[in-house]
């Protein structure tokens, strides 16, 4: 292929969704409250896998639904590859160096590839959109649907979203990514570390309709002076030209474990006013409220809120619900002290990498609890993310936990 993605630096992503914060999707207020959602499903099992030495090696058609891959290995995602002992790809461990010749963008000829097919039944919906989110990759990925390429993406350690929804068919359906273990992405994912190839991530299909929230941005403010603070919400919603008109949201504070609604009568519609030109901010309600008193946040007290977001249509039904873990906190430095609501703290820190003998980058739930108990059990109150974004539950058990993060962006090199 002449002047590949994969070589082009210029090529971050196409087909790709807008970035957005990570929370959690659900149909229901009653599914919220139970943390049950039935609309996002786990990709995981079913899987096909084939390892080819270069991209363009890849069989004819290998993307189309009617394929025969009774030759690729069966699979359960997530795994790497390079952690396969059948497989010859084996990890490489470099700290500076590059694992191959250094002439960027140029990665090398034999550049290992992975080939995955999931055959999918899908019912069809007018009321929803399907959405393909790959929580994590490594190093870039095509993805493909029913032999339709949907859209491609570099970036090992960030979620990358993919709408399949104009390609899904009543039925069975075939989903199909190709990885490749190097890129010119490379060049700036240079970190001391083993280098993998696979998916070390989660993959998920996400339904939303069509009317959805895209982002959520909650800043909690607190006051150590008198234990007060205040909820500052913006909420973006996804919809086609100004179809977000009469939708409305609204917004409920929930002590941990409680059912009190601290922020009753908290919400938002969108109007003609957001669409103005200039003065208007589009599919944006932006959400205020100030609270007498909370329990603050800090990592000897991980004192969590439950933040309910609720979407209904002009007809007041719901849409759509979210829910995230927020803190209260107050941070600032003061001669030369950093002081965490209003109190004097010292930062006592480890590095920590996404690494298991066992598995490589891929990390299970329990294998973070039982990293963070260790720091816990040893008055470790900090961690720092080396060298790249962790997934998003490691950041939500962090909150639980009680440790401040040093959350890194996935960018090193050294050339």
């Not at 996002?40 to 079913?46: F, P, Q, R």
């Not at 991209?55 to 639904?65: F, I, K, N, T, V």
């Not at 959805?212 to 007060?228: E, G, Y």
Request: charged share 25%.
């Amino acid at each position: 292929m002449a002047n590949p993605h994969w070589e082009n630096p210029e090529t971050l992503a196409f087909g790709r969704l807008p970035a957005a914060a990570h929370f959690h999707r659900f149909a229901s207020k009653a599914q919220s409250k139970a943390s049950q959602s039935s609309r996002e499903t786990e990709l995981s099992d079913g899987w096909r896998f084939l390892r080819i030495p270069h991209p363009d090696q890849a069989p004819l058609g290998w993307e189309q639904p009617d394929f025969d891959d009774q030759y690729f290995k069966a699979v359960t995602l997530p795994a790497l590859w390079t952690m396969d002992p059948d497989e010859i790809d084996q990890p490489i461990y470099t700290n500076v160096r590059m694992p191959f010749r250094q002439e960027p963008p140029r990665v090398p000829d034999q550049n290992p590839t992975g080939l995955y097919r999931l055959t999918l039944n899908h019912q069809s919906s007018t009321r929803l959109q399907s959405v393909l989110v790959l929580e994590g990759v490594e190093n870039c990925c095509y993805v493909f649907c029913n032999g339709h390429t949907i859209g491609f993406n570099k970036d090992s350690r960030l979620p990358a979203e993919f709408d399949l929804t104009p390609f899904l068919v009543p039925g069975e359906n075939l989903i199909a990514l190709m990885i490749l273990r190097f890129s010119d992405a490379s060049y700036i994912e240079d970190q001391d570390q083993w280098w993998h190839a696979g998916v070390h991530r989660p993959i998920r299909l996400s339904r939303r309709p069509w009317v959805n929230l895209r982002d959520i941005h909650a800043k909690p403010i607190f006051d150590p002076s008198d234990q007060s603070a205040r909820l500052d919400l913006s909420i973006a919603l996804s919809a086609s030209g100004r179809g977000a008109l009469g939708h409305s949201v609204s917004a409920a504070l929930y002590p941990s474990g409680q059912d009190r609604n601290l922020t009753q009568g908290l919400a938002g519609q969108i109007d003609r006013a957001q669409y103005f030109p200039v003065t208007g901010k589009g599919a944006v309600i932006e959400l205020s409220k100030s609270l007498k008193k909370v329990d603050a946040w800090s990592s000897e007290h991980p004192n969590l809120y439950d933040l309910e977001i609720t979407l209904k249509d002009p007809l007041g039904r719901v849409l759509e619900c979210a829910r995230l873990k927020i803190g209260f906190r107050h941070i600032e430095i003061k001669d030369r002290q950093l002081l965490i609501n209003g109190q004097a703290v010292l930062i006592r820190g480890v590095n920590r990498h996404d690494h298991c003998d066992q598995t490589g980058k891929v990390i299970s739930e329990a294998l973070m609890r039982q990293d963070l108990t260790l720091m816990k059990q040893h008055n470790i109150n900090a961690v720092r993310t080396s060298h790249y974004p962790n997934q998003s539950r490691f950041l939500e058990l962090c909150d639980e936990y009680g440790l401040y993060v040093i959350d890194e962006t996935n960018l090193e090199a050294h050339h």
